[in-house]
């Protein structure tokens, strides 16, 4: 089993920026990726970002790109989402992803281990 936590969230201004955090423990060598999906009330779990552990390569959603970065931390076994100029629209609570499976990665069926979620609310 691999166990994630997120911390990080809370209450911003539109235009502030907010650090995530996801701890990861357990069987770490499963981890092929790692991502963060956000999910605003009404609506499904979308893709944000992902790294790819063995590549180290990143991906973003088109509406995030130059806003947002994704990185690992290896000392600390964590992959923190780094988020700028933050919209009101974007928020949502925020999962953190990790594990692989054959689904795309840009999908939730893409990733075999789920955090509780943290929640990012946007002030106007």
């Known amino acids: 089993q691999v166990r994630l936590v997120e911390s990080g969230g809370g209450l911003v201004q539109a235009g502030d920026s907010l650090r995530l955090s996801c701890a990861v423990s357990?069987?770490?060598?499963?981890?092929?990726?790692m991502s963060w999906f956000r999910q605003a009330p009404g609506k499904e779990r979308a893709f944000v970002a992902t790294?790819?552990?063995?590549?180290?390569?990143?991906d973003y959603a088109d509406s995030v790109k130059g806003r947002f970065t994704i990185s690992r931390d290896n000392a600390k076994n964590t992959v923190n989402l780094e988020m700028n100029s933050l919209k009101p629209e974007e928020a949502a609570v925020y999962y953190c992803?990790?594990?692989?499976?054959?689904?795309?990665?840009?999908?939730?069926?893409?990733?075999?281990?789920w955090g509780q979620g943290t929640q990012v609310t946007v002030s106007s």
């Open positions: 992803a990790a594990g692989r499976t054959t689904a795309s990665e840009y999908t939730t069926s893409g990733y075999n281990y």
């Open positions: 357990g069987r770490t060598f499963e981890v092929v990726s």
């Open positions: 790294f790819r552990r063995f590549s180290s390569t990143t």
